[in-house]
């Protein structure tokens, strides 16, 4: 379930922090075969087993019950060479029963490196769980480079398809689960028209859009490409009649 929370700030920005109340996985390091997961909710998140599974190899993560605390992320070494060259599948059992074949027990996971479809636990894992959306899509690591890692893109966008995992500097152990939004509209610079600005720390998944009335659902995304000023991304508009604008996560 995803809750979006939006505060007109003073000065009058609108921030949005999207969260999910699930534990994910949010980084692969497959230097060290070591992963990250993360409480992107908003309250604790309790179990009592944690399992992971790379077709076909198997072990344990965590035992005795565990507690994540909102936004806490843990580290966990993977007893498997974890290969970004080669096209493989990770998930994680959630309170795993007797046996790695329920499918149904896997709370995440990942794939990466080319199409799986067919091969490991990929179509069990889409048939019966929310891990994964598709059994065709993977995502792609022909780019990874020293010192960089697979990551779910700040703000927890859904960890179940590859358009939400990025590749970069490792970060292990200190995901962003949730990310500030923040729009801002300044007039000019010439006559009739208006400057729109945000962050250039935004994620990229985070797309400008406007709409002629808040009655309507009309929301488009803004075109033009922004310039960088400073700290900040700005795209000027024609000042035509009333508008609203937002960043639509």
């Not at 149904?104 to 894992?125: I, L």
């Amino acid at each position: 379930m995803k809750t979006l929370r939006l505060t007109l700030t003073t000065c009058g920005c609108l921030t949005a922090a999207i969260t999910n109340a699930a534990i994910v996985l949010t980084e692969v390091d497959f230097a060290t075969d070591t992963i990250e997961l993360t409480n992107i909710g908003d309250t604790n998140f309790s179990g009592t087993r944690l399992d992971w599974c790379v077709p076909f190899s198997y072990g344990s993560l965590q035992l005795g019950g565990f507690t994540f605390t909102p936004g806490e992320s843990r580290t966990y070494t993977i007893g498997f060479n974890l290969d970004a060259a080669s096209g493989d599948d990770l998930w994680i059992y959630l309170d795993r029963g007797p046996s790695f074949g329920n499918e149904s027990e896997v709370t995440t996971g990942v794939v990466w490196g080319s199409n799986q479809a067919g091969s490991g636990r990929v179509n069990a894992v889409v048939a019966e769980s929310d891990a994964w959306d598709v059994a065709t899509d993977f995502v792609p690591t022909g780019s990874i480079g020293a010192g960089q890692t697979i990551q779910l893109a700040p703000g927890s966008p859904p960890a179940s398809t590859s358009p939400s995992w990025i590749i970069a500097d490792a970060n292990l152990g200190s995901y962003a689960p949730e990310i500030e939004l923040s729009l801002s509209i300044k007039p000019g610079p010439g006559a009739n028209q208006v400057t729109v600005l945000w962050p250039t720390s935004t994620p990229d998944t985070a797309v400008p859009e406007s709409t002629p009335a808040l009655t309507t659902n009309g929301w488009t995304p803004l075109a033009g490409n922004p310039s960088t000023n400073g700290s900040n991304l700005e795209l000027v508009l024609p000042a035509v009649g009333a508008g609203f604008f937002r960043l639509a996560n």
